[in-house]
């Protein structure tokens, strides 16, 4: 808890520092954008939360140095390998040039460099066919590269309103501290708290009034640090079910899906083009906006602020299944197979305008 509660506290102070002095830094850390097809705040909003996160990682773990150095090692190893990821978002926050083509390539540096640091690739899945594949090296390499950077991009891409992605996030890393607790492995369960923590910390700026904003690199960065401790969990620990951290992980992984299926197969355009048509933006225009209808900037915030539960609601939907079946690779798949067609339904009903009357907010 000593890690959780050091992360917290320092990424409390570093948003504290970035928003009471925002006017130094906001003309090149602001968010100045209001009018896109993805923007639902109001005024300049700085966006590089992600250096709070990662000052309270960085803080949390390397006191382990003082207490047990190789869980501060591991640590070490896992903080460094987020550099790349974590520098291309930033530069990304602080320019808004970098592409999305250069953001996932560093997320496979990150991965590669973890990967090979601590020896530890995707060498089997459960599924069948595919472990015969990723038993030869070097297709188990890439395929951990490509989940890593994967994942990453995920948790960018659901970052979308005030506490959405870092709430769900630190949602996925207190499942991953109790199995970690649960099979004796303090290395990953300190790391997860560590993460639990310096997302707390941010969140009491971001939610719910928005005041700052995780930014790609915060994004990017947690999504990392997910992936790679899903990765480590069951790789250094048999018992659990390989499809435990899929599950886990699998509101953002089908949100990517479905945004490619959509992009590609129904709208014949790039899967790398933005829009304005993921689940969290329907909810926010057909459910809640019909709650607060209002161009009043407090009450757009208020609105903003009304979208994330519906999604941490849903997430807990995948997270709780698989705490309980963290062993059971059978029951993880059909709880996984369960949530995609729960996702597909909500998604379907609320776009047909068919949205359950229990999902609205009466005034």
């Given at each position: 808890?000593?890690?959780?509660?050091s992360a917290?506290?320092?990424?409390?102070?570093?948003?504290?520092?970035?928003?009471?002095?925002?006017?130094m830094?906001?003309?090149?850390?602001?968010?100045?954008?209001n009018?896109?097809?993805?923007?639902?705040?109001?005024?300049?909003?700085?966006?590089?939360?992600?250096v709070?996160?990662f000052?309270?990682?960085?803080?949390?773990?390397?006191?382990?140095?003082t207490?047990?150095?190789?869980i501060a090692?591991?640590g070490a190893i896992?903080?460094?390998?987020?550099?790349?990821?974590?520098?291309?978002?930033l530069?990304?926050?602080?320019?808004?040039?970098?592409?999305?083509?250069?953001?996932?390539?560093?997320?496979?540096?990150s991965a590669?460099?973890?990967g090979?640091?601590?020896?530890t690739?995707?060498?089997e899945?459960q599924f069948?066919?595919l472990?015969?594949?990723?038993?030869?090296?070097?297709?188990?390499?890439a395929?951990?590269?490509f989940?890593?950077a994967?994942?990453?991009?995920?948790?960018n891409?659901?970052?979308g309103?005030?506490?959405l992605?870092s709430?769900?996030?630190?949602?996925?890393?207190?499942?991953?501290?109790?199995?970690?607790?649960?099979?004796?492995?303090t290395?990953i369960?300190?790391c997860a708290?560590?993460?639990v923590?310096a997302?707390?910390?941010f969140?009491?700026?971001n939610?719910?009034?928005?005041?700052?904003?995780?930014?790609?690199?915060?994004?990017?960065?947690?999504?990392?640090?997910v992936a790679?401790?899903?990765?480590l969990?069951?790789?250094r620990?048999?018992d659990v079910?390989?499809?435990?951290?899929?599950?886990?992980?699998?509101?953002?992984?089908?949100?990517?899906?479905?945004?490619?299926?959509?992009?590609?197969?129904l709208?014949?355009s790039?899967p790398?083009?933005?829009d304005?048509?993921?689940?969290?933006?329907?909810?926010y225009k057909?459910?809640?906006r019909?709650?607060?209808?209002?161009t009043?900037p407090?009450?757009?915030?208020?609105?903003n602020a009304i979208?994330?539960p519906?999604?941490?609601i849903?997430?807990?939907?995948?997270?709780?299944?698989?705490?309980?079946f963290w062993?059971?690779?059978?029951?993880?798949k059909?709880?996984?197979?369960?949530?995609?067609?729960?996702?597909?339904w909500?998604?379907?009903?609320i776009?047909?305008?068919?949205?359950?009357r229990?999902?609205l907010?009466?005034?």
């Amino acid at each position: 808890m000593s890690a959780l509660l050091s992360a917290l506290l320092t990424s409390f102070l570093v948003c504290l520092v970035l928003v009471r002095y925002q006017h130094m830094h906001a003309h090149i850390s602001g968010d100045h954008e209001n009018a896109g097809i993805q923007k639902f705040h109001q005024g300049i909003v700085p966006r590089i939360g992600g250096v709070a996160i990662f000052a309270g990682l960085l803080v949390a773990l390397l006191s382990r140095w003082t207490t047990n150095a190789d869980i501060a090692r591991f640590g070490a190893i896992l903080l460094l390998s987020s550099l790349p990821c974590f520098i291309a978002g930033l530069i990304e926050d602080l320019t808004k040039r970098v592409g999305i083509k250069e953001r996932l390539a560093a997320c496979f540096i990150s991965a590669g460099i973890c990967g090979y640091s601590l020896n530890t690739w995707l060498g089997e899945l459960q599924f069948f066919g595919l472990d015969t594949f990723l038993a030869i090296p070097a297709i188990s390499i890439a395929f951990t590269c490509f989940s890593v950077a994967g994942v990453a991009n995920a948790f960018n891409i659901i970052d979308g309103y005030h506490g959405l992605s870092s709430a769900v996030a630190a949602i996925i890393l207190l499942a991953i501290a109790y199995v970690a607790f649960q099979v004796n492995d303090t290395s990953i369960m300190v790391c997860a708290f560590a993460g639990v923590g310096a997302l707390l910390g941010f969140l009491i700026w971001n939610y719910p009034k928005g005041l700052i904003f995780l930014g790609d690199s915060g994004a990017y960065l947690v999504g990392f640090w997910v992936a790679e401790l899903s990765i480590l969990l069951v790789a250094r620990n048999p018992d659990v079910s390989k499809w435990f951290p899929l599950l886990l992980c699998f509101y953002p992984i089908f949100e990517t899906l479905f945004t490619i299926y959509r992009r590609l197969l129904l709208k014949r355009s790039s899967p790398g083009l933005p829009d304005a048509a993921h689940l969290h933006q329907v909810i926010y225009k057909r459910v809640v906006r019909w709650a607060i209808g209002s161009t009043d900037p407090e009450l757009l915030t208020q609105r903003n602020a009304i979208t994330a539960p519906y999604l941490w609601i849903l997430s807990s939907m995948a997270a709780i299944p698989a705490l309980l079946f963290w062993r059971n690779h059978i029951a993880l798949k059909i709880c996984t197979i369960l949530f995609a067609l729960t996702y597909i339904w909500l998604y379907w009903a609320i776009v047909r305008f068919k949205t359950p009357r229990w999902l609205l907010i009466k005034k």
